[in-house]
């Protein structure tokens, strides 16, 4: 079975440095959520949509923003990247609000 | 006082016998209750989802639902080295609530 796709799956980036991590979701699923691990951490919600438009909104930093296309993918955005950024990033999707979220494999981002 | 805890081990259990993990949640509105298990550096994977009180069997692993008590157990039978891993909790809160909340992980390990 398809499951979610997330790309790049590894990204080194200086300080300062801006990022953009993709996630395309398992097919039909029309809801995005985005999370971070930091390291020896449980994951923390940043982000969520559905059919195109903010869901949720969690810990994400003022520096972060994130869309979903007509596609369902979405995009997250790191500007002005900080050493505490490095962290798994990951996204999941769902087949509807409320429904069970499924994984994808996650990016590591490192901030030099 | 985090939303959801775990008793974050580790949790040494013998090869074939039962492992038993636990967690509470704070919230009591909560109405959907996850067990992920996660590999070092790899992403969480589904185990098992809840929605009501009493138990819920699939395979060798069984969920139990308490709401009064607020908590949630996982019982692993015949366990495997393979199922060593860290296992995370995972409440999603009522009132429309979409995002998951996680507990800190039990890290189990499965000695041969």
Known sequence: AAGVIQSPRHLIKEKRETATLKCYPIPRHDTVYWYQ???????????????????????????????????????????????????????ASSLGLGDTQYFGPGTRLTVL | QKEVEQNSGPLSVPEGAIASLNCTYSD???????????????????????????????????????????????????????????????????????KLVFGQGTRLTINP
């Open chain 1, 37 to 91: 691990q930091g390291p020896g951490q449980d994951p923390q919600f940043l982000i969520s949509f559905y059919e195109k438009m903010q869901s949720d909104k969690g810990s994400i930093p003022d520096r972060f923003s994130a869309q979903q296309f007509s596609d369902y993918h979405s995009e997250l955005n790191m500007s002005s990247l900080e050493l505490g950024d490095s962290a798994l990033y990951f996204c």
């Open chain 2, 28 to 98: 009591r509105g909560s109405q959907s209750f996850f067990w992920y298990r996660q590999y070092s550096g790899k992403s969480p994977e589904l185990i098992m989802s809840i929605y009501s009180n009493g138990d819920k069997e699939d395979g060798r692993f069984t969920a139990q639902l308490n709401k009064a008590s607020q908590y949630v157990s996982l019982l692993i039978r015949d366990s495997q080295p393979s199922d060593s891993a860290t296992y995370l909790c995972a409440v999603r809160g009522g009132r429309g609530a979409q």
